[in-house]
């Protein structure tokens, strides 16, 4: 089954450490975006990648690194920067050239606690 | 600054009866507009979406309906079911071309209960 992997569903970090969130799809989609949502809010943009090799700033970008060395791969750093991580993240792809109108599909997410 | 509001957090209805949640949006550049349904501790799950260049899309008991003056959204469930109980979000896909393809902004979501 076409679809997209979160790992680790659950996920705790110490002061100062760096963690890392896996996502991987298998749809063959060439954009990949990652999400932080927090209780009572939507959600709100991370990073995004339109192509390998290439991302964007999302609104929420600072204290978070991404790579994307391979079109099925997103994965997300959450860095020590990131005074504030405790949150449900999750990452979402979509395919379709420029302008179409393709929905985009999530995973089920992360949830990142501080120890 | 909140570019697309969903002003209620909560709507309960009665299984059966007609459910309507809406959704307000500010920037008029927005072109594609999406609604999810999320249950805890899932990624949302796309439902149902409407270009601007319609005002109404119909997909079995779900309907969106925009109103581009009023950048007013709203999803209508007919008949409800008590599976329908979830979060719902709105989005909207701001599109200049170029690295905004594909960028949406959410809502803060509607927690929608249906009772039996």
């Known amino acids: 089954d076409g679809g997209i992997t979160q790992s680790p569903k659950y996920l705790f970090r110490k002061e100062g450490q760096n963690v890392t969130l896996s996502c991987e799809q298998n749809l063959n989609h060439d954009a990949m975006y990652w999400y932080r949502q927090d209780p009572g809010q939507g959600l709100r943009l991370i990073y995004y990648s339109q192509i390998v090799n290439d991302f964007q700033k999302g609104d929420i970008a600072e204290g978070y690194s991404v790579s994307r060395e391979k079109k099925e791969s997103f994965p997300l750093t959450v860095t020590s920067a990131q005074k504030n991580p405790t949150a449900f993240y999750l990452c979402?792809?979509?395919?379709?050239?420029?302008?179409?109108?393709?929905?985009?599909?999530f995973g089920d997410g992360t949830r990142l606690s501080i120890l | 600054d909140q570019q697309v509001k969903q002003n209620s957090p909560s709507l309960s209805v009665q299984e059966g009866r007609i459910s309507i949640l809406n959704c307000d949006y500010t920037?008029?550049?927005?072109?594609?507009f999406l609604w999810y349904k999320k249950y805890p501790a899932e990624g949302p799950t796309f439902l149902i979406s409407i270009s601007s260049i319609k005002d109404k899309n119909e997909d079995g008991r779900f309907t969106v309906f925009l109103n581009k003056s009023a950048k007013h959204l709203s999803l209508h469930i007919v008949p409800s079911q008590p599976g329908d109980s979830a979060v719902y979000f709105c989005?909207?896909?701001?599109?200049?071309?170029?690295?905004?393809?594909?960028?949406?902004?959410f809502g803060q979501g509607t927690i929608l209960t249906v009772h039996p």
């Open positions: 979402a792809s979509s395919g379709g050239r420029a302008y179409s109108n393709q929905p985009q599909h």
């Open positions: 920037n008029s550049m927005f072109d594609y």
């Open positions: 989005a909207a896909r701001y599109n200049t071309g170029g690295t905004s393809y594909g960028k949406l902004t």
